[in-house]
């Protein structure tokens, strides 16, 4: 039975107890848990008292940042949409976006001329790739002296990073490759990492959904970590089950609506735990080129949304608000069965305006976009306690390097700011820019995360002001 439901006022009463960093806790696991109702007081003096001014919004609550990245361009007849400013219609590929039209902006204009060949010659998709958010030149490189330039995400975890227990997240749905000749002379550090905490230096992206969720949940020391894992593995048990004393503590301190989040996010974390389980059901998949650790799912769909989820957990609960997911490097030649697509990508953006490739590539397109979707609808369900969405306190690029995969172009590239960025972005709109570098949103984006004292980032000119 569970045990009875205090009232709000009565919850109200002992939020002093509560904080924005409760967690459960249990033997080798520490669940972080959102923000709750009963703890709104504290929340609210915390963010007066330390917290650098845009890091959260006018009413306290944390304001977010992620990029998602898909690769080889976008089929352009079916991507943008028709119509300027809030009189547009959606284009075929982001109808999947329909019911969120109005949390999100659709931004042309923006371009990466450091991605383009210039003097190097080809190699466009190692540069699309390690270009797009720091927006300098990869140096031509495959062996150990890469340099390109620190990544926005990075530069925004140094200034506001300690205000979390992940200063950032940093995803991937594809192999992790550190060196070795991947495009044209480049190497492939470049087409598989997203994210750079250094000119020199990746910040590299994790595939594996559990070592994920265990670094989200697992508490002490990896090597501690991974024991208790293998504890719990052994047992059978699931981590909620080594933090049930917990739980029934903190429900009796919760009010009717804490206590109804409460249980819908112990599900999402339990629905989590099972997926993992069931993907590693399936043993370590081959990969002849990398290490491919077991907890992949073997469905590359799959894979997308886990990753997307455990992101949308990491900021539900405050465990980061700085994100990255590269959903597959640039260049990719990743065939798509579960959608009955047999070729490539790669070979399918190469389609010298061949119908039936043609269609392809915008096909896959959508399929990125449907997974993309989800993730937008499952931050736009998860509620701060302000009552405003998640979804509505953060900014989450979707975006690729590569405008026109058949050309290797690198101007308009296809790029979608969805989010309210706590109430100062303009959403439900296709605007275009011009032609400017994309690293001037980049900019904007740094002043609304609270790191007002940032000049320059690669290529960029200026800040976006209509954005």
Known sequence: MNPPIPSRDAAMQRHFSLSRRTFLRGVG?????????????????AASAGAPAGATTASGMPLRMAFAYFPNGAHQANWWPTGEGTAFELGKTMQPLASLKNSLQVVGGLNHKEAAPGNDGAGDHARANATFLTGARARKTDSANIEVGTSIDQVIAKDVGHLTRLSSLELSCDFVRKSGRCDSGYSCAYLYNLS??????????????????????????????????????????????????????????????????????????????????RAEGFGELPDPHADTPVGIPSDYGAHMDIMYDLLAMAFQTDSTRIATLLLAGDGTNRAFPEIGIPEGHHYCSHHRMNPELMDKVAQIDLYYMQHFARFLGRLNEMKDVDGSSILQNSMVVYGCGNADGNRHTHDNLPVILAGGGGGTLQKGRHVDMGSVPMSNLFLSMADRMGVKSLQRIGDSSGRLTNV
Do not use: C
Not at 206 to 235: D, H, I, K, W, Y
Not at 250 to 261: A, C, P, V
């Open 29 to 45: 696991a520490a669940i972080a848990l959102p923000m709750f109702e009963s703890a709104l007081p504290s929340v609210l003096r």
């Open 196 to 277: 750079w905490a250094s000119p020199e230096t990746p910040a590299a992206p994790e595939p594996n959904p559990r070592l994920v969720f265990e670094r989200l949940f697992g508490q002490g020391a990896p090597s501690e970590r991974r024991a208790n894992f293998m504890e719990r593995q052994a047992t059978q048990k699931s981590l909620l089950d080594f933090v049930r004393e917990d739980t029934k503590s903190l429900e009796r301190q919760l009010g009717y609506n804490d206590h109804q989040k409460l249980e819908e996010y112990l599900t999402g974390v339990r629905e989590i735990e099972q997926r993992i389980q």
